[in-house]
């Protein structure tokens, strides 16, 4: 099956041995889906968002269902630099593919601290720089929905980065999404990453009162793919295509022709977020899937597929 | 024989459905069975563990045998798994069945109704740390609230079976006697103890039943009636342990009964959960630290779901 069709992707200067990454927050810190699945069979591998100081994260209901959805407010709850340093990288350099680190924080020099302690961590990659984050107060949304706050992180976190490849994940929940990605790839991103969760509610009509603690979550799941899919092609068409930066797409990614869809989009690569809740092997279906996809459509690198979209 | 409730070998594996049978009036018990690795996986299923069952592939019953009560809401997309305990576990030659019993309470569980013999479900697990037997103990009050009973069903087998020093008590509880999940006419039985129900008396375990309106057995909350036992009984509280599943302010009450007369407790929690595997972060329970006046936030999917009661700091929210 492989070796007929190649589908690996050049990501920002890393080589992906397939297009398909997991996305943050939906498969751990490291191994914890490695029960469930091969990880050397993934593309890529994407942290949960790591912060300098350990999260406790919100108090609960932190999810709610929703139609064909749902809404997370878990609050960047994590181990902190630390802890994830002394316990998870060397889980991380045994994974045998590229890993990338997602940072968070609530200061650009948080964001900035965390990405120069892990610079010289042969075991990484690159690193994705969350400024997107919804459930975080006085956190991520700011800096994200701002074109000078993007331009300003991301220009401070890439001289953090020690050379390594760096990836800003952009959040939907903006008037032009070209803007925030423009500002971002002026300041020197090697790759950008769409979408986070949209800003979503639930109420108990019962009580009258929101579902979730934190009020307000983000939206993920299938529910979003076809808004994800649009916003991917347009951020390709106005602003990545011509800068030659490529995107991870995501967004509601269930199957493998969902990913394809992101592709023909314009995503370089895919990142399997909610759908790996489901079904712990999500995102080596994916893979297989868009293996056989090419060769039912005799497409011999997968590149030719990348922002194919027709004019229609 | 002191054991710590966990087991290891959790897996993805598809599961046969054998039966799907009403009980009461909207409570089922849903027969799976498991072969090959699935088999082996759920043959070390401990009580209180759980396992993530994905329904989103099952069809709705016909409108007109939908609940009114669920009627605006039962179209509604399922994308997650739903978590489930099981009240049975057996095995026998490489096949292992287990039974799930479930009440119909929305979109998830009312597509459950249609499951039919020779249906294919995927499952996830097992999952979780179960009950645990500390050493030294000789009576076990078995406390189950509503739908909190399968662990508790389950944990009865395993003690009658494994722990022939321990003497066990179940108190059942919910609001009115069509809201327990027990075979049986519920408002017919007695208001003493005895071998009242008999998923409880078939392992020679006495059970009392207690409901909030008094239109089955005890007329109280649960924990009321334990309370009373417990008055009524004087072994050693250091040989006793309680064993409790149930809504949280019962779970609450049992712990604050634990501790006020020195009894062991272990309580079964619930949370909303997307994965159950540690992953989402979700379904977290506050927990106390020892000698601090901080909390932490456990899993309830990987730390729990049975928690020791004293750790926990009960919540009014879930």
């Known amino acids: 099956m492989a070796g007929r069709v190649d589908i690996s992707v050049e990501f920002g200067g890393v080589r992906l041995g397939n297009p398909v990454v997991t996305a943050s927050g939906t498969c751990g810190y490291a191994d914890e889906l490695g029960e469930f699945m091969d990880l050397r069979r993934l593309g890529g591998f994407v942290t949960k968002s790591i912060t300098a100081r350990p999260r406790k994260g919100n108090p609960t209901p932190r999810i709610v269902e929703t139609d064909s959805g749902m809404l997370n407010a878990i609050g960047l709850a994590n181990i902190g630099l630390e802890r994830f340093v002394e316990e998870k990288v060397p889980v991380l350099a045994g994974l045998g593919i590229p890993v990338f680190v997602n940072v968070a924080g609530e200061t650009i020099e948080q964001y900035a601290a965390v990405v120069e302690r892990l610079a010289g961590e042969g075991a990484i990659a690159g690193f994705e720089l969350n400024i997107s984050c919804p459930n975080v107060k006085k956190g991520g949304i700011t800096f994200g929905t701002e074109a000078g706050l993007v331009k300003e992180i991301t220009a401070a976190v890439k001289a953090a980065c020690g050379g390594k490849m760096l990836m800003v994940k952009l959040t939907p929940n903006v008037t032009d999404i070209s803007v925030t990605a423009r500002a971002a790839i002026e300041a020197g991103a090697d790759a950008l990453s769409l979408v986070n969760t949209f800003t979503a509610m639930v109420i108990d009509i019962e009580q009258r009162k929101p579902v979730l603690a934190n009020r307000t979550g983000g939206l993920s799941g299938p529910a979003i793919r076809p808004i994800a899919v649009y916003l991917v092609s347009k951020v390709y068409r106005e602003v990545a295509k011509d800068a030659g930066v490529p995107i991870m797409g995501m967004g509601g990614i269930m199957t493998a022709s969902d990913a394809i869809e992101f592709m023909i989009a314009g995503a370089s690569a895919v990142g399997i977020g909610t759908a790996s809740f489901v079904r712990p092997d999500c995102a080596v279906r994916v893979v297989e899937g868009i293996e056989s996809y090419c060769e039912r459509h005799g497409i011999g690198n997968i590149k030719d597929l990348i922002g194919s979209l027709e004019a229609g | 024989m002191a054991d710590n409730g966990t087991s290891s070998g959790k897996g993805q594996f598809d599961a046969a459905v054998r039966e799907n049978r009403l009980i009461g009036e909207r409570f089922y018990k849903l027969k799976l069975e498991f072969f090959g690795e699935g088999a082996e996986a759920f043959e070390g299923f401990r009580p209180g563990q759980f396992a993530q069952v994905d329904i989103s592939g099952t069809a709705l019953p016909p409108a007109d045998s939908i609940p009114d009560e669920l009627r605006d809401s039962a179209g509604r997309d399922v994308l997650l798994r739903r978590p489930f305990s099981f009240t049975d576990v057996t095995s026998d030659r490489g096949r292992t069945w287990a039974e799930l019993l479930y009440c119909v309470v929305g979109p998830s569980t009312l597509r459950m109704t249609t499951l039919q013999a020779g249906d294919s479900l995927s499952v996830i697990g097992p999952l979780g740390n179960g009950f645990w037997v500390p050493e030294g103990k000789k009576t076990a009050l ?177």
């Open chain 2, 142 to 318: 078995l406390v189950a609230g509503g739908m909190g009973s399968p662990p508790v069903q389950c944990l009865a087998k395993m003690l009658a079976k494994d722990y022939p020093e321990i003497t066990p008590t179940a108190f059942a509880g919910a609001k009115r006697a069509g809201d327990l999940p027990f075979e049986g006419r519920m408002d017919e039985v007695s208001r003493e103890i005895g071998f009242v129900l008999k998923e409880f008396g078939r392992h020679g375990i006495e059970s009392i039943v207690a409901t909030d309106d008094g239109s089955a057995g005890f007329k109280g909350l649960v924990t009321d009636c334990m309370v009373q036992w417990l008055t009524g009984n004087s072994a050693p509280r250091k040989e006793m342990i309680i064993y409790a599943c149930g809504p949280e302010a019962m779970l609450a009450k049992a712990a604050a009964i634990a501790r006020e007369r020195g009894i062991d407790c272990q309580v079964s929690m619930e949370r909303r959960m997307a994965c159950g595997t540690g992953i989402c972060q979700s379904c977290a329970v506050e927990c106390r630290v020892e000698g601090s006046s901080e909390t932490v936030y456990k899993l309830c999917c990987k730390d729990g779901p049975v928690f020791d009661a004293r750790e926990v700091v009960f919540s009014d929210r879930e």
